[in-house]
């Protein structure tokens, strides 16, 4: 196998003599067993190198599978979403890929479903009298589906009320492929008052 | 009414567009600021008038300058606009149903087609999201064999009675879990306009006249306070129903001035339409 | 993006002129995304070639991962498993790997895994969709867990929805001290039949 050494590219207090290569490897590896986006600071943690180290070889593999680095580009992509990094197929294999995966993943968000969706993420936690409130017609049936799909999740209970809260989660952030919510555009002009929605923003993402 | 003088200090001003208000005059960033320190009753300021002010202000500017005072106004009135909605919303607390009858209808009818239309432009741009990375799949880790041995011993305390009652716990929840949970304990319930309207047209024929708190006398709540008062104004607008009010915050007297027939009707429909989806999704 | 066109690469019949990278990368694409192994013969079904073609551009990928055609050696590599394939991370990698699993993993399953495999003990073959409709939770990370641990297997497919099935193991019996499931304690007979419950497996948005 090769054991393409270049000290230029070694952390300096590495005290193992682990080629750049092999780190590659070693993330790749990882990335393979997760079952959602890793940070590049777990990351760091699991191959031994510092975070910093960590950012530029996520970058140098994201650029290999992009064909950036002279290669062929591949089938898949790594991509940063949801605050961490996760192989997905690339979007022109769809057609080949989606014979292989199964209901969730393919069924479309409903107008009902992204509307709730929308305004949970802004108002979160709320509970689904509020949400209700907002659209206009009953949502405990979307709430609870959106739920079983994992692209909602409870947060405790309202202290007054008693109702159910509910947030957005990572997963929601996956499908929409975004690394946070504040990368909706034009979040702040729609909305009154941002100062306050913001302490409420991210609510254990 | 207010000292203007003595606060304009503490308030940023950052627009130049000034508000004529009865007892408030002076910048409309200031106004908000009033507004947010408790020093002005958010519910005295009637947001359809200052917007109409506003954009008769806002055509005098050149066009640069018009877009930044635009963005600026919209973001003060929107803040404006969340303030009122706490105190109309269910569940917010307002002093009393006089409160509610004393905001100017436009307000609220505009504030709240803002909100629905802030979350419905949101709401596309999710989808648009969704869309844009829809033919991308996650890595799914599948199980890796050599996962197991990775994994600590575990520990197994639970026996097979335990488990019969985790199941019979999990299956009986969602049985008490129907799919249309009873929405009462959550302190709101759904109001269709047009029903209100049909049954107030209903009592206003049949009466002549009434006052607005004959109107509501029956109402389970706050929120059908509001929608009756709001389905009123849609008759009005049709002059399909009089008001008539002697002094500010008196009592409001609703007279019947349509026929004895459908006259409700077009007003019923065009709020059925404006309002959206009265109460399915 | 590279189009290196190679015809005496292409199918004969093909009257598509799509070239061998992009062969390559659509099978990398499903390979890279499904949960199980897959046949030659579904790949070649889902890339619309001839199986024996697919099972060539599956070499060149297994040879690609493993370093052979000049690249460096991933940290993953393509396997044949029980005649189907699938990207697994690469066993001298299993360090970081297991550095990594190990940050997150306890010795006592939780009580949302517990709950889990109570409800599939009960009403296996289930699919997680029907299982998630019950509990009210997406379940797709317990029913991993609970499949690393050995306490539930795969047991083919949903023939309507293709959703796979999953069922409990000896080992399960085993740890509960049972000779089979039919020593179960009987549930309580008030509760929902299973036939009550298929109606909810699959929520509509």
């Known amino acids: 196998m090769t054991e393409a050494q270049n000290p230029a590219l070694e952390e300096a207090d590495s005290h193992q003599l682990v080629s750049h290569e092999q780190h590659l490897a070693a993330v790749e590896a990882v990335l393979m067993v997760t079952e959602e986006p890793v940070t590049a600071k777990q990351l760091a943690a699991a191959v031994d190198v510092s975070e ?16 950036a680095a002279g290669g062929r580009q591949r089938g898949y992509e790594l991509r940063e979403v949801a605050g961490g990094w996760r192989y997905y197929s690339r979007a022109r294999y769809a057609e080949q890929v989606s014979a292989f995966v199964l209901g969730d993943q393919t069924a479309r968000l409903s107008a009902a479903a992204l509307e709730t969706l929308a305004v949970i993420a802004y108002r979160q936690p709320v509970a689904r009298s509020a949400v209700a409130a907002i659209r206009g017609v009953n949502v405990d049936g979307v709430v609870r589906t959106l739920v079983q799909r994992g692209l909602l999740d409870t947060a405790g209970h309202d202290p007054v009320t008693g109702a159910t809260l509910y947030v957005t989660t990572a997963q929601l952030l996956e499908r929409l492929g975004l690394d946070s919510l504040a990368d909706l555009p034009q979040l702040s002009p729609h909305l009154p008052g941002v100062e306050d929605l913001q302490e409420h923003e991210h609510p254990g993402m | 009414m207010l000292p203007v003088g003595m606060l304009s200090a503490e308030a940023e001003t950052t627009s130049g567009f000034q508000v004529r208000l009865d007892g408030f005059d002076g910048p409309f960033d200031l106004l908000l600021g009033l507004i947010a320190q408790r020093r002005m009753d958010i519910t005295a300021v009637a947001l359809a008038e200052v917007t109409d002010e506003f954009l008769t202000y806002v055509r005098t500017l050149e066009p640069e300058k018009a877009l930044d005072e635009s963005s600026n106004f919209v973001f003060v009135a929107a803040t404006l606009l969340d303030m009122k909605l706490v105190q109309l919303l269910p569940g917010s607390e307002v002093e009393s149903d006089e409160d509610i009858a004393v905001l100017e209808a436009r307000d609220l009818l505009f504030a709240r087609l803002l909100q629905y239309k802030a979350f419905k432009q949101i709401a596309e741009q999710m989808a648009a999201a969704a869309a844009e990375n829809a033919g991308r799949f996650p890595r799914r880790p599948g199980t890796h064999p050599e996962m197991a041995h990775l994994l600590p011993e575990l520990q197994w305390r639970t026996t097979a009675e335990q488990l019969k009652e985790l199941a019979e716990r999990a299956l009986l929840r969602q049985q008490l879990e129907p799919d249309h949970v009873v929405m009462e304990h959550l302190h709101t319930q759904q109001v269709n306009i047009q029903e209100e ?85």
């Not at chain 2, 007297?253 to 009707?265: K, P």
């Open chain 2, 197 to 281: 309207m049909a049954s107030m047209a209903e009592q206003l024929r049949s009466a002549g006249a009434c006052t607005f708190g004959e109107l509501v006398t029956a109402a389970p709540s706050r929120l059908v306070v509001v929608v009756r008062f709001l389905g009123l104004l849609e008759l009005f607008r049709d002059r399909t129903v009089e008001f008539d009010q002697q002094a500010p915050l008196g009592e409001l007297t609703v007279t019947w001035s349509g026929g004895a027939h459908d006259d409700a009707a077009h007003a019923i429909a065009r709020a059925g339409a404006e309002w959206g989806g009265s109460g399915h999704d």
């Open chain 1, 52 to 67: 910093h180290r960590m950012v530029a070889l996520l970058d140098q593999l994201r650029a290999e599978a992009d064909g």
